[in-house]
C-alpha cells in the first residue's frame, strides 16, 4: 500500500474527496441551514470542530480497545456514541457560553450528531487505515470543505433569493441544481490530487 501524505489527504479532503460534493453526506443540514452565510458560517466551524475531535477519537478507540480486543464489528455502535456524546458536550458549551451562536444554530446543533459526515470520515479512516496524522488531516479537511461548501451554497442563495424562479425550481430543486453544479467545479481539482 502507498504511503499517502497528510498534506495531502489534508487537501483532498477539501476539494477533491470533498464529503458534500464528492460522497453526498451530510446533505440535511447543507440543505437546512446554508439560506444565511453567518449561519452557515457558524455550523461550518462547529462541524469541523466535531469532525476534526470525534475522528481523533474514534481512532484511538477503535485502534486501542476495539481493534486489540477483536470487537473491530462494534464500531458502527461506539463510532456513533462517541459523536453523540461529544456534541452533547459541545452543545451545553455552546448554550452555556455562546447564547447567540446556540439560539441561531437550533434544533441543528444536536443534528450534527445524526450528520452522516461526521460517521462518514470515522469509517472511511478505518477503511482507508490511515495513521494518526492521516485522520487528524481527513478529520480538519473534511470539516473545511464541509464549511466551504455550505458557505459557498449559503452565498449563492443569497444571490438568488430575491431573483424570479420558476415555480418547480424555488426551494430545494434550485438547491439540488447548485450543489451539482458546485460539485462540477470541484471535480475540476480531481487532476491535482485524488484519494481512495
Known amino acids: 500500500m502507498i504511503e ?10 477539501i476539494f477533491t474527496n470533498n464529503m458534500i460534493l464528492s460522497n453526498f453526506l451530510g446533505m440535511c443540514s447543507f440543505i437546512a441551514i446554508s439560506n444565511e452565510i453567518k449561519t452557515s458560517w457558524s455550523l461550518g466551524q462547529a462541524v469541523t470542530f466535531v469532525l476534526t475531535f470525534t475522528t481523533l477519537l474514534n481512532y484511538f478507540v477503535y485502534h486501542e480497545i476495539l481493534k486489540p480486543l477483536n470487537l473491530e464489528y462494534l464500531r458502527y455502535i461506539v ?6 456524546a461529544f456534541v452533547q ?6 448554550d452555556r457560553y455562546f447564547q447567540t451562536l446556540y439560539y441561531a444554530l437550533g434544533i441543528f446543533l444536536p443534528l450534527i450528531t445524526v450528520n452522516c459526515a461526521i460517521l462518514g470520515v470515522s469509517l472511511f479512516m478505518v477503511i482507508r487505515e490511515y495513521n494518526l496524522y492521516q485522520s487528524l488531516a481527513f478529520g480538519v479537511g473534511s470539516g473545511i470543505g464541509w464549511t466551504l461548501a455550505i458557505v459557498t ?7 438568488i433569493k ?19 453544479l458546485i460539485a ?12 481512495q
Open 162 to 180: 430575491n431573483n424570479p424562479l420558476p415555480k418547480g425550481l424555488e426551494g430545494p430543486g434550485i438547491t439540488l441544481i447548485i450543489t451539482g
Open 184 to 195: 462540477l467545479a470541484f471535480l475540476g481539482f480531481s487532476g491535482i490530487v485524488q484519494i
Open 79 to 84: 463510532f456513533i456514541i462517541i459523536i453523540a
Open 153 to 159: 451554497m449559503a452565498g449563492i442563495r443569497k444571490r
Open 4 to 13: 499517502i501524505s497528510p498534506f495531502v489527504i489534508f487537501f483532498a479532503a
Open 89 to 94: 458536550l459541545i452543545e451545553m458549551i455552546i
